[in-house]
C-alpha cells in the first residue's frame, strides 16, 4: 500500500474503533500497535513499552499530577464555594452581579485547580442552586457555568498548554503568559454577557409581575453589610496568595514548572488542613484517590496518543498530510481557518489532550512554515478546543453540569452555552487581528522571541 492508502485506513480505523465506544486510550493504542504489526517491521512491536516511555519521559509532563493534585485539593474541600460566596457578596450590587461572580469565581478557580470539570463542579455546585434561587434562568445559569469552566484549560497551569508546550517543543513559561491575556478578555466578554442578559430577564420578570403575574426572585433586594463582606475574605484570600505565589515562583524564575506544581499541591493540602481542618487520613484519602484516578487515566491517554503520533511519523502519514497541507497552497489566513475547522471537528468526538497529540505532528509544520507563531496558535487552538468542551456531541462541560443540575433539561444546557460559543469565536476574530492579546505579556516579561 502507499502511504496514502495507508494514511487514509489509519484515519478511518481510528472512527470506526472509536464509534465501537472503546475508551480513548485503548482506542489509540489498538489502532497504533495493529498498524505496526502490518506496516512496520516486526522489531517495532518489541519496542512499544520503550516507545511510549521515551515519549512521555519528559520533565515537563511530571508536573501534571502535581497540578491535579492541587486542584483535588482544592475542590474537594469547601474552598471553590466560599470563594464564590465572597465574590457574590462584593459583586451583589452589581447588574448581572451573580452572574458576573460565577464567571470570575470560575476564573480563579481555574487558575489554581487547571481543570474545567473540576471546575465546573466546584463552583457549579454552589452557583447553579443560587442563581435559579434569585430568578435565573435555569439555561443561563448552567452556561454561564459550563463556559466559565472551560477557562480550566486557558489560564494557567493548563494541563492542556503543557502537552501543547510538549508537542509543540515551545516555552511552557511563555504559554502559561500567553493565555493570561485572552483568559482575562473571555472572562470580560463573559461577564458583559451576564449583565446584558441580567438585565433582560429582570425587565421580563418585572414586566410579568407589574401584569398581574408572580414576583420573581429577581426583583428582590439582597444586602450585605460591609462586616459580612469583611468576614468572608480570611477564608478566600490564602488561596488567592497561593495563586499569586506560585505563579511568581514560575515567572520569578525561582522554580521549574514542576516544582511549582509541587510547591504549589503541597501548600494547598497544608492550606485546607489550617482553613478546613481537613488533615486526618479519612480527610486526605479521597483528594489523594481523586488525583490518583485522574492522572493515571489522563498519562494513559497521553501515552497512547503518542504511540499514536509515534506510527504516524514512522509510516509518514504525518509528514505526506503535511506536504499535502501545504501543496494546496492556501494563503495564510484560509491555511489557518482549515486546520481551525478541522480541530472543531475533532472536538465533536476528542478531548482536548488527545486532539493536541494527535495533530501537533500534522498542523504545525505547515503553520511554521506560513509564517505563525507557534504560541500564539497554541493560545488560539485552546480556544477553539475550549468550545469543544461546551458543544454536542460530547461537550464534556455539558456532562458534568447535567451531573450537578439533573432537573435542567439537556436541550436548556445547550442552549444556554451556544451565546458563549460565540464569544469564544469573536475572541478567536480578535486575536486574529490583535495577536498582542496573546503574545504581548510573554514578550514583555519575557522577551521578544
Known sequence: MNELAIGLSYGAATLLVMFTGMPIAFALGTVAVTFMYFFMPASSLDMVTQNVYEEMASITLLSIPLFIMKGAAIGKSRAGQDL????????????????????????????????SPATCSAIGSAGIPEMRKRGYSPGFAAGIIAAGGTLGILLPPSIVMILYAVAAEQSLGRLFLAGIGPGVLLVALFSGYAVVRARKEYREALALFEQGGAKSAYLEQEHFTLAKKVEMLPRVLPFVLLLIGVMVALYGGYATPSETAGLGGMLALALIAVIYGLWRPR??????????????MLMLIIGMSLLYSYVMSSLHISQGAAQWIVGMQLSRWLLLAVILAMVIVLGFFLPPVSIILMTAPIILPPLKAAGFDLVWFGVVMTIVMEMGLIHPPVGLNIFVIKSIAPDIPLRDVIWGVLPFVALMFLAVLLMCVFPGIAVGLPNLVMGAK
Open 283 to 296: 480527610d486526605v484519602a479521597p483528594m489523594l484517590a481523586s488525583t490518583l484516578r485522574e492522572s493515571t
Open 84 to 115: 464564590y460566596s465572597a465574590i457574590h457578596a462584593w459583586l451583589h450590587k452589581v447588574p448581572g452581579g451573580l452572574g458576573i461572580a460565577n464567571v470570575f469565581a470560575c476564573a480563579l478557580f481555574a487558575a489554581m485547580a487547571g481543570s
